[in-house]
């Protein structure tokens, strides 16, 4: 079993539709989790990043993280064209630096205009 | 934001040859860079971290007598594939990490990446 689980999709949704992106994880000891951007060809960026469980929102981005469920997630609202990329979960268990981030497959998002 | 480059942004090689990958810190000193290989439709792998002024720890499975890994200065680190073969073709990424105090997320800074072909 992977330490993190992610659909890979490929995932299409019209442009203005709600955006959900999931990932599942095995390994309790997991307290950090981000969210990266990748386009092709380019590496990841961070989008946004979460220690609790809860939701955080930045703009148009909600993360959850349900860590009783161990099942993490990011909302995208009002999706545009530009949103269209792959979107990967990455998580880690601290954040004292020169620490391993366990990547997800990658969901690859299409945005239709 | 922190920028992190890579050199070359692509690189096709024969079989049996070297190739080395540089990633630079532009704006930042980093005393941790990570390096991943990414295959097609496959999530980043971490291959090995590592620290400026000391030897890099590889990853179970990574042989590191064939990716060669070193972090001179506290703004390159340089990973060396050698006697490549077909199956080193791959997508490899840097990361830095800022390491800056009193952060409150210790954030990598991720290169474009090198896509090496190896014939």
């Known amino acids: 079993q992977k330490e993190v689980e992610q659909d890979p999709g490929p995932l299409s949704v019209p442009e203005g539709a709600i955006v959900s992106l999931n990932c599942t994880y095995s390994n309790s000891a997991f307290q950090y989790f981000m969210w990266y951007r990748q386009y092709s060809r380019k590496g990841p960026e961070l989008l946004m990043y979460?220690?609790?469980?809860g939701n955080k929102e930045d703009g148009r981005f909600t993360a959850q993280v349900d860590k009783s469920s161990k099942y993490i997630s990011l909302f995208i609202r009002d999706s545009q064209p530009s949103d269209s990329a792959t979107y990967l979960c990455?998580?880690?268990?601290?954040?004292?630096?020169?620490?391993?981030?366990?990547f997800g497959t990658g969901t690859r998002l299409t945005i239709i205009p | 934001g922190a920028v992190v480059s890579q050199h070359p942004s692509w690189v096709i090689c024969k079989s049996g040859t070297s190739v080395k990958i540089e990633c630079r810190s532009l704006d930042f000193q980093a005393t941790t860079m990570f390096w991943y290989r990414q295959f097609p439709k496959q999530s980043l792998m971490l291959m090995a971290t590592s620290n400026e002024g000391s030897k890099a720890t590889y990853e179970q499975g990574v042989e590191k007598d064939k990716f060669l890994i070193n972090h001179a200065s506290l703004t390159l680190s340089t990973l060396t594939v050698t006697s490549a073969h077909p199956e080193d073709s791959s997508f490899y990424i840097c990361?830095?990490?800022?390491?800056?105090?009193?952060?409150?997320?210790?954030?990598?800074?991720f290169g474009p990446g090198t896509r090496l072909t190896v014939l």
């Open positions: 990361s830095a990490e800022t390491g800056l105090a009193g952060e409150a997320y210790n954030e990598q800074f």
């Open positions: 979460t220690y609790s469980s």
């Open positions: 990455a998580m880690s268990i601290s954040n004292f630096g020169n620490e391993k981030l366990t």
